[in-house]
């Protein structure tokens, strides 16, 4: 189990030859200026919202893996009329996967491409390898993020913590101590000059005040997840 951080709020999770894509903002993305971009073949994309930031290559990888893409019912439409296989969902259920499981979850932010609506924007809780993931997509703190934990009990938690779009520092520690989970890696952030922070005074923030560590990830990092098995 192999989490790879692509930049800005771009994941992708490696396991027995499956990788489930978040976000993939590639072409175009600062955090990867100068990089090579990997290459990826997606078993399945997972979409918070539709800004170009987050929708990225989706398109692209779709299309030429045949990777269906998650989302919420209107951009997954969109997507659909435009000959990718996508998967027009909502927020609630499960959405089995040959991997494991996704499920879209709230957030609180817009969708929109082109200045077309999108539907509703949406975090995403999924289980991979046997551990469970939140990525919060662009969103503000906000206190049901404590049933998103209740319910699914995410080990590793994504969060944005770059400000002026989504959380800040003091939002994004709050949504930790709701979230409580094992590890958060913080994401979009320093990637445009609006949402420059300082990641190192958010782990501070963090280990002072939880059970929380803090992962930081520079762009194409990867991190081989190992976590003690949860309590039943
Ligand atoms: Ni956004
Ligand atoms: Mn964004």
Same mark, same amino acid.
């Given at each position: /189990?192999?989490?790879?951080?692509?930049?800005?709020?771009?994941l992708?999770?490696?396991?027995?030859?499956?990788?489930?894509?978040?976000?993939? $903002?590639?072409?175009?993305?600062p955090?990867?200026? *100068?990089?090579?971009?990997p290459?990826?073949?997606?078993?399945?994309?997972?979409?918070?919202? =539709?800004?170009? &930031?987050?929708?990225?290559d989706? #398109?692209? @990888?779709?299309?030429?893996?045949?990777?269906?893409?998650?989302?919420?019912?209107?951009?997954?439409?969109?997507?659909?009329?435009? *000959?990718?296989? =996508?998967?027009?969902?909502?927020?609630?259920?499960?959405?089995?996967?040959?991997?494991?499981?996704?499920? @879209?979850?709230?957030?609180?932010?817009?969708?929109?491409?082109?200045?077309?609506? /999108?539907? /509703?924007?949406?975090?995403?809780? $999924?289980?991979?390898?046997?551990?469970?993931?939140?990525?919060?997509?662009?969103?503000?703190?906000?206190?049901? !993020?404590?049933?998103?934990?209740? @319910?699914?009990?995410?080990?590793? =938690?994504?969060?944005?913590?770059?400000?002026?779009?989504? !959380? &800040?520092?003091?939002?994004a520690l709050? =949504?930790?101590?709701?979230?409580?989970?094992?590890?958060?890696?913080?994401?979009?952030? &320093?990637?445009?000059?609006?949402?420059?922070?300082?990641?190192?005074?958010?782990?501070?923030?963090?280990?002072?005040?939880? $059970?929380?560590?803090?992962?930081?990830?520079?762009? @194409?990092?990867?991190? #081989?997840?190992?976590?003690?098995?949860?309590?039943?």
């Amino acid at each position: /189990m192999q989490v790879q951080f692509l930049g800005h709020s771009a994941l992708a999770l490696h396991h027995e030859g499956h990788t489930v894509l978040l976000d993939p $903002f590639l072409s175009g993305n600062p955090a990867l200026q *100068g990089r090579a971009i990997p290459a990826l073949k997606p078993t399945t994309i997972l979409l918070t919202h =539709a800004h170009a &930031d987050h929708l990225g290559d989706t #398109e692209a @990888l779709s299309k030429q893996h045949r990777a269906p893409v998650i989302a919420t019912y209107e951009l997954g439409v969109w997507l659909e009329k435009r *000959g990718c296989p =996508a998967i027009p969902a909502n927020m609630g259920g499960r959405i089995q996967q040959p991997w494991g499981w996704a499920r @879209l979850v709230p957030a609180f932010h817009s969708s929109s491409c082109e200045g077309e609506y /999108m539907g /509703m924007p949406c975090g995403v809780v $999924f289980e991979v390898g046997g551990v469970t993931f939140y990525h919060a997509g662009d969103t503000c703190v906000f206190s049901d !993020m404590a049933l998103i934990a209740e @319910l699914n009990r995410p080990q590793v =938690a994504f969060l944005p913590i770059g400000g002026h779009f989504t !959380m &800040d520092l003091q939002e994004a520690l709050k =949504a930790v101590e709701l979230i409580r989970p094992d590890v958060v890696v913080p994401i979009h952030y &320093d990637t445009f000059p609006p949402i420059r922070t300082d990641a190192e005074e958010f782990r501070r923030q963090v280990e002072a005040h939880t $059970f929380t560590r803090v992962r930081i990830m520079k762009a @194409l990092d990867t991190w #081989e997840v190992e976590l003690p098995a949860r309590q039943a």
